[in-house]
C-alpha cells in the first residue's frame, strides 16, 4: 500500500509518499482501506519530532483518523462485515491507504452523512464530546467557552452544547466570528490580544461553567478567572506554550477543577469505552441532523504537504480533508 512514511523530522517537505506492506488484522480486528483522511494539529507536531507515536511501530505512519469501508476482518468480529462503512480514530496510521483497527473502536458512518465527508467527524466530534460533556461536565442551561471556537474542535463542539441545550461563548480571530455565530455560538469574543475576558465577564458576570482549551499558555490565568465557582477546564491542547504565570488561590477560592486530557494515548479498553458511548450518544444526532460536518478545504494525497502548510497559517474553518483513494 501507499502511505506517508516519517524518515526524518522537519517542515512539511519531510512527508512523502512510500510504498510499504499492508497491515493485517488480528482475531478481533478490521483491515479498513481509507478513502479519506484528516489533518489534526498533533499531525504537524509529531511531523517535527514534538508528539511521538505511542505505538512505537517500526514504521513511523502519521494520521490520527480515517473514513473507509473494511475490506477483512478478523476471526473473532462479529459486529462488522466486509463492506461496511467505517470511520474512527486511531494512534497513527492514517495516512495510508489502509489501516488496522480494534473492531469495536470502529465506528458506522451516519447513513445522512457522505463517506467523502465522514473523516470530519471522528477526533474532533470525540474530542469535543468528551472535554465538554463526559470530563467538563455540560449540561443543559449551563454556559461553556471553547477557545479557537473555528478550529475542528471548536465547530464540533459549538454544535455538541447547542444540540444539549447548553450556552455557548467562542473566541476566535474577527475573520472567523460569523461562521462561529451561523454554527449557533451565543457569544462570540475576539481572542487575545484583544479583551475576551473583560468582554465575556460584561456578558456572564457569574463566569461559565465549562471550559474547552487547546491554546494553554498566557490564557491560563484568564481561563482561571473566567470560570464560575465549582467549573471546570478542560486542557486538551498547548498551542500557546505549556507555561503561564498563573494565581493558584482561584483554584481554591472557586473550587475549581483542571483537566488535562489527550485521547491518543488513552488505554485501548478505555478508547473502547468511549466509543460505544459515543455511538449512542452522539451518532443519533447526526441521522438527526443537529450535528454536521464541517469542512474548510479538501486536498489529494500527494497534496499532503501543502495541506500541512495551510493548517499552520490558522486559516481554516473547520476540517482539512485528504482524499487517498
Not at 147 to 175: D, E, F, N, W, Y
Not at 227 to 247: E, F, H, K, R, W
Not at 276 to 286: M, N
Amino acid at each position: 500500500m501507499r502511505a506517508i512514511v516519517l524518515r526524518e523530522h522537519g517542515g512539511p517537505e519531510v512527508l512523502q509518499i512510500e510504498e510499504v506492506d499492508d497491515p493485517t488484522p488480528g482475531p478481533d480486528e478490521i483491515l479498513v482501506d481509507i478513502a479519506h483522511t484528516a489533518l489534526n494539529r498533533a499531525d504537524t507536531l509529531q511531523r517535527m519530532g514534538m508528539y511521538n507515536d505511542p505505538r512505537n511501530r517500526a514504521v513511523e505512519i502519521p494520521g490520527l483518523e480515517y473514513a473507509g469501508t473494511v475490506s477483512a476482518i478478523g476471526t473473532e468480529v462479529t459486529n462488522w462485515s466486509v463492506g461496511d462503512r467505517v470511520m474512527g480514530i486511531e494512534s497513527g496510521g492514517c495516512y495510508a491507504e489502509k489501516v488496522v483497527t480494534h473492531s469495536r473502536q470502529a465506528l458506522p458512518v451516519p447513513s445522512n452523512v457522505e463517506l467523502a465527508d465522514a473523516a470530519a467527524i471522528a477526533e474532533v466530534f470525540l474530542t469535543a464530546w468528551d472535554a465538554l460533556v463526559v470530563q467538563g461536565g455540560l449540561t443543559s442551561g449551563r454556559w461553556g467557552l471553547i477557545h479557537a471556537g473555528a478550529s475542528g474542535v471548536g465547530t464540533a463542539g459549538i454544535q455538541i452544547a447547542k444540540a444539549l441545550g447548553a450556552r455557548i461563548a467562542v473566541t476566535c480571530s474577527a475573520g472567523k466570528a460569523d461562521a462561529c455565530r451561523e454554527l449557533g455560538a451565543d457569544l462570540v469574543l475576539e481572542r487575545s490580544p484583544a479583551d475576551w475576558l473583560g468582554a465575556l465577564n460584561a456578558e456572564i458576570p457569574d463566569g461559565v461553567d465549562t471550559i474547552l482549551d487547546v491554546v494553554g499558555g498566557e490564557e491560563a490565568d484568564r481561563n482561571l478567572k473566567a470560570l464560575a465557582i465549582d467549573g471546570t477546564l478542560v486542557q486538551v491542547g498547548l498551542m500557546g506554550g505549556g507555561s503561564a504565570p498563573v494565581n493558584m488561590g482561584l483554584l481554591l477560592m472557586k473550587r475549581i477543577t483542571w483537566i488535562g486530557t489527550t485521547l491518543r494515548a488513552r488505554p485501548l479498553e478505555r478508547k473502547i469505552s468511549l466509543m460505544q458511548r459515543f455511538i449512542s450518544e452522539i451518532l443519533p444526532l447526526f441521522e438527526s441532523g443537529a450535528l454536521r460536518p464541517v469542512i474548510d478545504s479538501r486536498y489529494s494525497f500527494e497534496q499532503l504537504p501543502e495541506a500541512h502548510t495551510y493548517m499552520e497559517t490558522n486559516a481554516n474553518v473547520g476540517k482539512i480533508l485528504i482524499d487517498i483513494a
